[in-house]
């Protein structure tokens, strides 16, 4: 089992910045693959960032490419999304999820374990 938390949320203004927090509990968390989705009112969960077990590949929607950074601290359990230029389009709640295979993934359906979300909301 491993157990995520996320933080960093909060309400900011078009082309602030914020960094996310996802801190992980249970099992290895350093043999889990880490992604980030937010899903926004009214739409479906979108894939915005995942990174490998180890933090040497990273990837990234193309919608926000330019402007997020995951990153992760395995010896402290943690995943980050530096979130840069935000614009009113990414308000979401955004979550940290983990797999329990090797491999990064772009599906939440590959996705073993959630958190419980953390709301990013960005005024024009």
């Known amino acids: 089992q491993v157990q995520l938390v996320e933080s960093g949320g909060g309400l900011v203004q078009a082309g602030d910045s914020l960094r996310l927090s996802c801190a992980a509990s249970?099992?290895?968390?350093?043999?889990?693959?880490v992604g980030w989705f937010r899903q926004a009112p009214g739409k479906e969960r979108e894939f915005v960032a995942a990174i490998s077990r180890s933090g040497g590949s990273t990837y990234y929607a193309d919608s926000v490419k330019d402007r997020l950074t995951i990153s992760r601290d395995n010896a402290k359990n943690m995943v980050y999304l530096q979130m840069n230029s935000l614009k009113p389009e990414d308000t979401a709640v955004y979550y940290c999820a983990a797999r329990t295979v090797r491999l990064s993934s772009r599906s939440s359906y590959d996705y073993d374990y959630w958190g419980q979300g953390t709301q990013v909301t960005v005024s024009s």
């Open positions: 249970g099992r290895t968390f350093s043999s889990c693959p």
